[in-house]
């Protein structure tokens, strides 16, 4: 039998004889202190005088008398450049300039260079009146909603740190990831929550729920080594009976075996090679390795979090919280490398949601070897869309929804308002490009990130169209490529046809557009009057909940007062599409009070003519076979359009229902 699931043959009291070094405890920020943000690979070594737990703070610098601050200039502001984070610290201990080969200046000197210089991290414009929206309870405790608004606002902010180093508006310093910028931010502004040490669940943190960056468990509270795969405190005393684990990140690093999505076979940390010698070294016993030995004795929960490799980049990996687990076993094997490896066998808590279950399954989906149950069509579209979206129902014996024509876009009858914007880029648009039309008419913005994702809702967000010179495969004609996720059409318990996704999405992905006939307020009152219902008709004037996408732009020097205005819809003309005979996928989403996707307008032209577009994007991250939905607003009171469908009972269940919505 294997040793790894039968470890009763192995001598254990190799592992319980070894004797433990000093720990190494996660030091958070201090108070009115900044942050030192560092770079290291992921098997170390870890500069010398920092802890590899985030935000990698070094011991706190002696009283320095006070200072009076010199307001610097960003190469886009005049605004004060925040002077709590530092230049950034090269693995040695010495500057970036030092690092390029450059002698340092006298310490009489340095700040004159400083006065002078933005090329550091110091220059992200971090304004210091933004009142953070958590309060310090929160920060202690979180909720859903709080978590909710924090993965959002990281996110948001991430994006749009993303969009400046793009056109160069902030430097890149020696941390160019705008996910480690971001999170420096969020730290030092208290934007976060969960920081008390626990044993067990993390209040507001759902079982399934992903994340892009390792930094994302940082600021949530639920793994806090940014680097290190497992999480541990000291319970007590510095004895090391004392230590017990937290949570564990099962990245892929070692020789993890995770084919049972309820058992997991965990290596330890450690017996990498060192930077003195490249040799491969066996485990040590010590630090998270004696954490999780102790929380066999003590049978404590952990924190499990699994690394899977992204579908669409498979240099990159998704994290999931995949709920709590006990450490049951515990032993000592050969690795690939041929030293020696410490081995823990977690099994996970029942009655938890399968999640991990799920993401093996999709993948045996995509590969063709297995069906989802319930299968009724493997390609709704008939091939019209380039990614087959399928047809599932195992609710009930109905077969499909009631006939219609699969139309992939909108069917214009006359424009929608004469052309006003092309551009003559060559190639593809550039962000920050200032001779560009496209990007001048979106305020100066690129509105999407490299990798195609929507920076920030916009009152009207304007693409390259047909009638610009720059090339088809321009990245400012993100919601005109068509369908990139592999969607599936599915019948709900109490809902009839809903709409999900294999693929998770990333805040920001676009989805869909809402595809169907064009038509007029007068048509739409005619149809209702005449008995046709109104079951598939998308109309932009009506009332939706307000939300804010964009909060986080008030983290940023220079950003807008009122953020909430940049994202007020400025529609010049209601737009009312009808996807009863002719539409796609959209036609299937359903209401949520509290939704996952939001849509968003979208202009292009074509032969000098103007045309909108209804585009949804993801608000959050969303996992595999998460029902995707969005607000239906409600009507507004001066429309006169039959006062009978103005409310529908609303069945979404959220925590935020406010009981109906409009049609």
């Known amino acids: 039998m294997d040793p790894v699931h039968s470890p009763s043959s192995i001598d254990k009291t190799r592992v319980m004889d070894v004797k433990p070094l000093r720990s190494l405890k996660p030091i958070f920020p201090y108070p009115n202190q900044g942050l030192i943000l560092v770079q290291a690979p992921p098997s170390g070594p870890f500069p010398s005088g920092y802890t590899p737990f985030y935000p990698f703070v070094s011991p706190p610098p002696p009283p320095q008398p006070p200072v009076a601050p010199t307001p610097l200039r960003t190469p886009e502001s005049s605004g004060v450049i925040n002077r709590d984070v530092k230049p950034p610290v090269d693995a040695s201990g ?8 450059r002698p340092p200046k006298s310490s009489q000197k340095t700040n004159v260079v400083e006065k002078r210089s933005w090329r550091s991290e ?53 941390a160019k990831r705008a996910d480690l910028k971001a999170s ?22 759902e079982v399934g729920d992903i994340f892009y960056f390792r930094i994302e468990l940082c600021v949530l509270g639920i793994h806090a080594p940014s680097m290190a795969g497992i999480d541990y405190m000291n319970l007590r005393g510095e004895s090391e009976e004392d230590f017990v684990a937290l949570s564990i990140v099962s990245s892929g690093y070692y020789d993890d075996d995770d084919e049972d999505e309820n058992v997991l076979i965990y ?66 094997q050969k690795g690939k490398s041929d030293t020696n490896i410490f081995k823990y066998k977690l099994v996970r808590v029942p009655g938890q949601p399968s999640v991990y279950g799920i993401w093996k399954s999709v993948e045996k989906w995509k590969e063709g070897v297995s069906s989802p149950a319930g299968l009724v069509l493997p390609d709704l579209t008939s091939g019209t869309e380039g990614i087959p979206v399928t047809l599932v129902n195992d609710v009930d014996n109905e077969k499909g929804p009631s006939y219609f024509t699969y139309f992939p876009s909108l069917r214009y009858f006359e424009p929608y308002m004469q052309g006003s914007h092309t551009c003559k880029c060559q190639n593809s648009c550039n962000p920050g490009d200032p001779n560009c039309s496209c990007n001048q008419t979106n305020k100066g913005d690129f509105p999407y990130t490299g990798n195609s994702i929507l920076v920030s809702r916009k009152p009207m967000l304007y693409e390259c169209g047909p009638s610009c010179q720059c090339y088809p495969g321009c990245k400012n004609r993100v919601s005109q490529t068509g369908l990139k996720l592999r969607l599936e059409v599915f019948k709900t318990k109490d809902r009839g046809w809903g709409l999900r996704s294999w693929d998770h999405i990333r805040a920001g992905t676009f989805i869909c557009e809402y595809a169907g006939e064009v038509i007029d307020k007068a048509s739409l009152k005619q149809k209702l009057q005449e008995g046709g219902g109104n079951e598939y008709i998308f109309d932009t004037s009506r009332v939706l909940e307000p939300f804010r996408w964009n909060e986080m732009g008030l983290l940023l020097k220079g950003s807008s007062d009122d953020p909430s205005q940049d994202e007020v819809y400025n529609i010049p003309s209601p737009l009312v599409i009808s996807a009863k005979s002719f539409g796609n996928v959209a036609r299937f989403m359903n209401h949520c009070c509290y939704p996952n ?9 074509d032969n000098n003519q103007s045309y909108l577009h209804i585009a949804f994007f ?46």
């Open 597 to 605: 996707v939001f849509w968003q307008p979208v202009m292009y032209e």
């Open 122 to 174: 110091a220059s992200i414009p971090i304004n210091h009146n933004f009142v953070v929206p958590v309060s310090l309870a929160q920060q202690e405790d979180g909720n859903r909603e709080v978590v909710d608004l924090i993965m959002t606002g990281y996110d948001g902010l991430r994006r749009r740190l993303c969009q400046l180093d793009d056109t160069g508006a902030i430097s890149r310093g020696l």
């Open 267 to 332: 290596s330890g940390q450690g017996g990498g090679p060192t930077v003195m010698d490249k040799q491969a070294s066996d485990q040590k016993l010590v630090r998270g390795n004696l954490a999780l030995q102790r929380s066999v004795r003590r049978g404590n929960e952990v924190r499990v979090v699994r690394g899977i490799k992204d579908g669409v980049n498979l240099n990159t990996k998704v994290y999931m919280y995949d709920g709590l687990y006990t450490v049951q076993d515990s032993w000592m």
């Open 184 to 205: 420096n931010m969020m730290m030092t502004t208290g934007f976060r929550t969960n920081i008390k040490r626990r044993i067990g669940a993390i209040p507001g943190v």
């Open 618 to 663: 993801a608000m959050r991250h969303i996992p595999p076979l998460t029902e995707l939905t969005y607000d239906y607003g409600v009507v507004s009171n001066d429309d006169d359009i039959n006062n009978n469908f103005r409310k529908r009972k609303c069945f979404c269940g959220s925590s935020k229902c406010r009981g109906f919505f409009g049609l």
């Open 94 to 101: 010495g500057s970036e300039r030092r690092k390029r080969g």
